[in-house]
C-alpha cells in the first residue's frame, strides 16, 4: 500500500489555518511510461511565464489527468520518483479552505488528479475546473480579503499561493484562474515548488480549450 498523505487543512478564509488529518486511504501508484527528468528539490527553477491567454468558452475542455500535467514537469519539481497515483479524495476534500471547497462542489465540471512517491508521505493532487464567472469572481475576492496568499497576475492570469502546516509538515497551495477556469495545486511543496505545477495544469486547459 502507499502511504501518500497530501492533505488539505482546514483554512478558514480571513484565520489562521489549523492542521486536518491526511486521507483516510492509501492511493495507489500508477504506471507512468514518461521518461524520467532530472532529479529536482521541491525548491527547483520555476516553470517559464503562462503564454498570452485566449478566449475561452464553456463549456470547457478540461484534460484528463495524463493530459492535464506532463511528466516532465511532475518530476522536476519533485523529483524522478514521482509518478502518477490514484486520486483518494475528492476535489473538496483537498482544497485549502471552505471557500475553495465550496467553490469546487458547486463547479460547472471538475477533474481531479494526484502524483508523488510511492511508498512515502510525498505528493500532491491538481484539480481543474471551471466555475461561472460569478463563483470565479467571488472565490478571488474571498482570497483576497484573507490577506494570507501571496498574489500574481500574468495577463488574464490571477494566482494566489501560500504555505501551510499540518501535523505532518509544510506543505502549499496556489489557485490559478485563468477567465473561468481554474487550477489548485496543493501539496508536499513549497510555494516556489507548487507554482509552476499549477502553472501548467493551466497551460494544459488552455491549451485544449483554443478555438
Known sequence: ????????????????PSAAPGPSSSPT?????AAPAPSATADGPAS???????????????????????MSVVQTQFGPNAVALDVWSTASEVMAGPA?????????????C???????????HVVAAELTPAAATS?????????????QATGARISFTRDLENEIGSY?????????????????LTPAGIR??????MDAVVAANRD
Open 1 to 16: 500500500m502507499v502511504a501518500s498523505a497530501v492533505v488539505a487543512a482546514a483554512l478558514l478564509v480571513g484565520c489562521t
Open 29 to 33: 501508484a500508477k504506471e507512468s511510461t
Open 48 to 70: 517559464p511565464s503562462p503564454t498570452a491567454s485566449v478566449a475561452l468558452r464553456g463549456p470547457l475542455t478540461l484534460p484528463s489527468c495524463p493530459d492535464l500535467l506532463p
Open 100 to 112: 475553495a471547497a465550496d467553490a469546487v462542489s458547486a463547479a460547472v465540471s471538475s477533474e481531479i
Open 114 to 124: 494526484a502524483w508523488g512517491i510511492p511508498n512515502s508521505d510525498g505528493g500532491f
Open 139 to 151: 472565490l478571488i475576492s474571498s482570497l483576497r480579503t484573507a490577506g494570507t496568499f501571496t498574489e
Open 172 to 188: 502549499a497551495v496556489t489557485y490559478i484562474f485563468d477567465q473561468t477556469a481554474w487550477v489548485t495545486a496543493v501539496g508536499a
Open 196 to 201: 509552476p505545477i499549477g502553472d501548467a495544469a
